[in-house]
């Protein structure tokens, strides 16, 4: 099997040093050290160091690095046998083992999407997958990490023992984890989320963290899941926990910003979306308006709106010299009137009609020629407040007309329309106020996909924060900008859009 598959990436020992550190910080001593999927046995050489009377326990799936790892540990209390995962009797292999128990290691980092995709046998089979816990229908997702799939067996095979579980992962499995181990009423308790730099350790583009939690007593209520910045930090930055089934980022800002909770009015909205910006999106060049296909393009003026896209918006709202064509101004309306309304337009238009007809999202199947989406009469709001979709910063913007028409945002952005500038800056105001970031550091996760988007801006009630905010805005004015974002480990490159996950190379 390849590397890929296997998710293999092995653990420095001066990481894994650093992990069991935080272990032993807490304690107990372990009388046992199992690594599930140890490789060439970095964590068990760690623990050989720290636990010096523990039994040291490895499983792996490639020999060579099994015999790798046997060689570096001491042979009389280590014991590493050559196994697949997934074909392991965990009830049965956790059942001979000495309390407390320790599991400890980094399993693969590889989601089941990405072996499908290579053809890759590396999986537990689906039989047992559905049956482990009935986790596909609680998430609704068929996509699952490999090191998730782990982990959920191995916590449920250590109920009603007493062990502790700690391993590297990414962000997203941790929260996983304890999302659905809460849902079970399994006894899984907190532990914590402690960051570790993934690029400088496996040089992967991901948000990763040391999960630890322990097993043994009762299913906890209301725990609070503590997040560290670091495996040496000493204070959390945050502490997550699972509410009404969901986890959030900070039990303690959902707390705080409950009364902002509800619904936005207006509502927020996604840009316009077209699917074709060599024909739809033109560019000024001298005094010419020119498409992505290298032509001049001269199309009635009324048709014509500037464009920002997420990288306009992330920079403070200033629009460059570019421009949408915006053939409908509702969804579905009939663009066969611009025939007469706007004969330059219509026969440019139809001149790339095939073009547009080859567009491949199937929500243009039974729309007129030439369809847009996300245009409506809030498209044509002359004010806006905007916030990029893309970028991983609360970034707030107000967005005014040019020229004396609105301008349109790209379906990367989102935005509350306003009828004037005062509505526009007294709201943009307000959602960059402390409280407002509050917010939304309650409820972000800055390692998911899209952190901002429609359904977590929306779940806050603008008339709510305004009321809030206007005896805060006498005593003290609010930054211009306030960038909203987690503190990272290492720097992010600056002005990429790019997601965490979409560079890994792990
Ligand atoms: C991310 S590496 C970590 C290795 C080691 N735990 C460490 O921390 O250095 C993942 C390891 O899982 C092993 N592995 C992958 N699939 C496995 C499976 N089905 N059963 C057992 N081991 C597996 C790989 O060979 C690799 O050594």
New binding site residues.
């Given amino acids: 099997?390849t590397k890929k598959?296997?998710?293999?990436?092995?653990?420095p020992v001066e990481l894994?040093r650093a992990a069991l550190g935080v272990v032993a910080r807490r304690g107990p001593t372990p009388a046992v050290v199992l690594?599930?999927?140890?490789?060439?046995?970095?964590?068990l050489v760690a623990a050989a160091e720290r636990f010096r009377r523990a039994a040291l326990v490895g499983?792996?799936?490639?020999e060579r690095?099994a015999a790798t790892a046997r060689d570096r540990l001491p042979p009389k209390r280590a014991r590493v046998t050559v196994?697949?995962?997934?074909r392991?009797d965990w009830d049965r292999a956790l059942a001979d083992l000495p309390e407390p128990i320790l599991i400890a290691?980094?399993?693969?980092?590889v989601t089941n999407a990405a072996l499908g995709g290579i053809g890759s046998t590396?999986l537990p089979e689906k039989r047992n997958f559905k049956g482990l816990t009935g986790y596909e229908a609680l998430t609704g997702k068929s996509n699952f990490d490999?090191s998730e799939w782990m982990l959920l067996r191995l916590l449920e095979a250590l109920q009603g023992r007493r062990a502790t579980v700690a391993v590297?992962c990414k962000t997203a499995v941790a929260r996983r984890v304890v999302e659905l181990a809460t849902a079970k009423r399994w006894s899984v308790r907190p532990g914590g989320l402690w960051r570790i730099d993934a690029m400088r350790h496996?040089r992967a583009a991901v948000d990763a963290v040391l999960f630890v939690c322990d097993v043994g007593g009762d299913a906890p209520t209301d725990a609070r899941w503590p997040r560290y910045a670091a495996l040496d930090a000493e204070l959390p930055t945050a502490s997550m926990a699972v509410v009404g089934g969901a986890v959030v980022a900070d039990a303690d800002a959902l707390e705080r910003t409950a009364h902002l909770a509800g619904s936005s009015d207006p509502e927020w909205r996604s840009g316009l979306k077209h699917d074709c910006a060599r024909v739809m999106e033109l560019e000024l060049q001298g005094r010419r308006w020119v498409n992505g296909l290298g032509e001049e393009v001269a199309v009635e003026d009324h048709l014509l709106f500037a464009l920002m896209k997420s990288s306009d918006v992330a920079r403070g709202g200033t629009p460059r010299a570019r421009a949408v064509i915006v053939p409908q101004t509702a969804l579905g309306e009939d663009t066969s009137r611009l025939r007469q309304t706007a004969p330059r337009a219509w026969h440019y238009l139809s001149t790339h009609r095939e073009r547009l007809r080859a567009r491949k999202s199937a929500v243009y199947r039974g729309q007129p020629d030439f369809a847009i989406f996300g245009v409506g009469p809030y498209s044509f709001a002359p004010w806006k407040v905007a916030v990029s979709g893309l970028y991983k910063r609360c970034a707030f913007s107000v967005v005014g007309p040019r020229r004396d028409k609105p301008v349109m945002l790209d379906d990367t952005c989102y935005f509350l329309p306003f009828a004037s500038e005062e509505e526009a800056r007294s709201a943009c105001e307000a959602l960059r106020s402390p409280i407002a970031q509050d917010f939304f550091a309650a409820r972000i996760f800055w390692d998911a996909k899209r952190p901002i988007n429609k359904a977590l801006l929306q779940k806050l009630d603008l008339a709510a924060l305004l009321t809030a905010t206007a005896g805060r805005k006498k005593e003290k004015k609010f930054p211009d900008r306030v960038d909203l974002a987690e503190p990272r480990v290492s720097p992010p490159r600056q002005g990429s859009p790019k997601r965490p996950g979409e560079r890994t190379r792990?």
């Fill in positions: 099997m598959e296997l998710g293999d990436w092995q653990t894994a690594e599930p999927t140890c490789g060439e046995g970095s964590f499983y792996e799936l490639n690095y196994a697949d995962f997934f392991v290691g980094n399993p693969p980092w590396n490999v590297l496996f792990r």
